[in-house]
């Protein structure tokens, strides 16, 4: 596979919180060092700038912290741009920053701060009235700790994504709509009192299928706080829909950790996909994990089971695609015809949901990277967010090497 041959690429990114987002930094200035371009910006820039649609990215899928990153790029910031917002967010307050600012290019972006990232869910209450309902309700069920955590800490989340919504309308999206973008750009969500999952974009109408949900009515920097309300630190988000209801979202990868068949849906025909977890392997070096305690013991718990979904969802893709190859070269070899051939292919296809001239590069960190385990999710430190980028851009090197460009 010649990767400059193909005609519609995609750039899907997933969650993890700062530390994805930087590692999908790193996955991007890769890609750039590769001849890869970003498109992003009005229609009209984009047909102007970006006509050639060799190795460029025109479409962008993002869930939780990979909706910042894709949401920036498609909205044309430059990798530069993106790295200074992330790597300048610890180091300057904001009134400091907007007085020092003077590059009037559409290109700045407002460093993200931690508090843009993190909002007190004030409407949580005073932590007093957990405790308060705790002894004052007479238990409905019976039980022990669980029953204990379940009626007494009933605050939705500590913190909140109304800055991060805040952040993205008033500085890096003016107009704040998927449909005043040249490209496209879709942001996944998990709708919280449903067990299906909801891509935010430019839709015509509403797609309504069983596990997934096409909305056109949030703005981009809606979209962007539903699919960042990681529980149970985030609060979910809440959004008014098209018939003026309230209705709550929150991470999404929660039912989907890559969501690279948003991509293939809408015409793609190469699709790379970023993720940043991979659980910790065994090394002379660090150890066992159990004597690290809970929280990281808890991470690689997490990490497995997201690993395990992603793997799961690879191979699909590719027995899938084995199967129908195996298929039409079997039926190439029996006396049927070339009409009743194509018409199996074509039900098999249809029934999986599957479409092979569909390619797919995946970019990860490699299990022995321990630092890459251990670094802190959440942390805007420069130094740790330079080891992080770097590792990304390593990751997307080795991954690349398999392929001619």
Excluded: W
Excluded at 242 to 254: N, T, V
Excluded at 262 to 278: H, T
Excluded at 334 to 353: G, W
Excluded at 400 to 405: G, N, P, Q, V
Aim: glycine share 6%.
């Amino acid at each position: 596979m010649r990767l400059s041959d193909k005609k519609s690429l995609s750039l899907v990114l997933s969650g993890g919180g700062v530390k994805a987002a930087a590692f999908h930094v790193g996955v991007c200035i890769a890609l750039r060092e590769k001849g890869f371009k970003f498109a992003g910006g009005s229609p009209e820039h984009v047909s102007n700038v970006f006509a050639d649609d060799t190795l460029t990215f025109k479409t962008y899928v993002g869930s939780s912290a990979g909706s910042v990153v894709s949401t920036f790029l498609a909205a044309g910031y430059d990798i530069d741009a993106i790295v200074e917002a992330f790597m300048k967010g610890a180091g300057h307050s904001v009134s400091a920053v907007r007085n020092k600012r003077r590059d009037p290019s559409p290109t700045y972006l407002r460093p993200l701060t931690y508090r843009d990232i993190f909002a007190l869910n004030i409407k949580a209450g005073h932590p007093n009235r957990i405790f308060s309902s705790l002894l004052k309700k007479k238990p409905v069920i019976s039980g022990g700790m669980e029953v204990l955590l379940k009626r007494g800490f009933k605050v939705n989340g500590v913190f909140s994504t109304e800055n991060l919504e805040r952040y993205f309308r008033e500085n890096a999206h003016p107009k704040n709509s998927f449909s005043s973008l040249g490209v496209k750009l879709f942001i996944v969500a998990s709708q919280l009192n449903h067990s299906r999952k909801v891509v935010f974009g430019d839709f015509p109408d509403q797609i309504k299928d069983t596990d997934i949900q096409y909305a056109n009515f949030a703005t981009v920097s809606q979209a962007v706080a539903a699919s960042a309300a990681l529980p149970p630190f985030f609060a979910p988000y809440c959004i008014h829909d098209d018939r003026g209801r309230d209705i709550y979202y929150f991470d999404g990868e929660i039912r989907d950790s890559l969501s690279t068949h948003v991509a293939a849906d809408n015409g793609s025909d190469l699709v790379i996909a970023s993720y940043s977890i991979q659980p910790y392997h065994h090394n002379k070096a660090i150890g066992s994990l159990h004597e690290f305690g809970m929280p990281i013991i808890f991470n690689q718990a997490l990490y497995q089971v997201v690993q395990q979904k992603i793997e799961r969802h690879i191979k699909y893709q590719k027995n899938i695609n084995q199967l129908i190859s195996a298929v039409d070269g079997y039926l190439k070899q029996t006396d049927i015809s070339a009409e009743h051939r194509e018409k199996l292919i074509e039900i098999m296809i249809t029934r999986t949901k599957h479409n092979p001239n569909v390619d797919y590069i995946y970019i990860h960190p490699s299990p022995q990277d321990h630092e890459m385990f251990f670094a802190d999710h959440f942390s805007l430190n420069p130094d740790i967010l330079g080891n992080i980028v770097k590792t990304g851009f390593k990751s997307a090197m080795h991954a690349l090497r398999k392929h001619t460009i």
